[in-house]
């Protein structure tokens, strides 16, 4: 049977094998719906022209670190998240940039391409002591807020996940036994990827650290669990409780989370790289 009418012209795919070049490196995100992640920093090119949704997010902001000090560290803060259409030319270098996570006490690095950046997120901030009284470190602030340092705490300080800040503490006045750094804060919408829910979460920030003052004896039960990161990679935070003790967690590299934060003795964690996701339309 003849078939009558004007032909199909299917373009050629941008992703398949000769169509592209990247000179860091890359993987497959998702191969049916033609998602390519880049993980390390290098310059693209294509041999066509097409329009693409683009996500990027930056290096998580390391956990903050005082362990020379009692009172708990912030963890810190997931890398911000971008999410943009972008039509590549063929032919033509697109040098990309993928944020570094941040080591212990300093924030994450800026990922970019195509002149548009996702920040990287902020450090968490150290404990300290000042005339006797102890001040916990607050959560850094980025894409989910870190949480904040604990001494002798009552509740759980997690990182936040999907945009949100990062745990804090009751309000009390802080004493020589008890005090509790304030979350950091997040950009408030979604960080999944492409901002859609089907899409695994990016950006989670980094539990607070936990510290006990030695002798104290509250009338509450004492938390024994290290400060969980945020969903989307982000670390838990270290643990020094009476016989407890554990390391702050670092970020997920590829996730841009934040570090967990450092506590009595134990150091705060480095955050996780960030990533730029390419969906061919």
């Known amino acids: 049977m003849k078939i009558i009418g004007n032909a199909i012209n299917i373009p050629k795919a941008p992703f398949i094998p000769g169509s592209f070049t990247y000179t860091g490196d890359y993987e497959w995100k998702d ?8 993980r390390t920093s290098g310059t693209l090119r294509f041999t066509r022209d097409f329009t693409a949704d683009v996500f990027m997010v930056g290096g998580g902001g390391g956990g903050g670190s005082a362990p020379r000090v009692l009172p708990g560290s912030g963890g810190g803060a997931g890398g911000e998240t971008r999410t943009f259409q972008f039509e590549f030319k063929k032919d033509t270098d697109y040098p990309v ?5 941040g080591m212990e006490n300093q924030n994450g690095t800026a990922t970019a391409l195509g ?6 997120g902020e450090a968490g901030m150290q404990g300290s002591v000042t005339n006797g009284v102890p001040a916990c470190g607050d959560g850094g602030s980025g894409g989910s807020g870190g949480g904040g340092g604990m001494l002798s705490g009552r509740v759980n ?5 999907n945009g949100g800040d990062g745990g804090s503490g009751p309000d009390i006045p802080a004493t020589e036994h008890e005090a509790y750094g304030m979350g950091g804060y997040g950009q408030v919408f979604e960080t999944t990827g492409f901002r859609e829910e089907t899409e695994m979460l990016y950006g989670g920030g980094g539990g607070g650290g936990n510290s006990f003052a030695e002798g104290y004896q509250p009338s509450y039960p004492i938390l024994l669990t290290q400060n969980p990161g945020g969903k989307g990679g982000g670390g838990a935070g270290a643990l020094n409780v009476r016989e407890h003790e554990k390391f702050a967690e670092s970020g997920t590299d590829g996730t841009g989370g934040g570090g967990g934060g450092g506590a009595f003795q134990l150091a705060g964690a480095k ?3 960030g990533v730029v996701l390419i969906r061919a339309r």
């Open 31 to 38: 191969r049916a719906r033609m998602t390519l992640g880049l």
């Open 157 to 161: 300080q997690p990182g936040g996940e």
């Open 271 to 273: 955050g996780g790289s």
């Open 115 to 120: 002149g548009k950046t996702a920040a990287g």
């Open 97 to 101: 940039t993928i944020g570094e996570g």
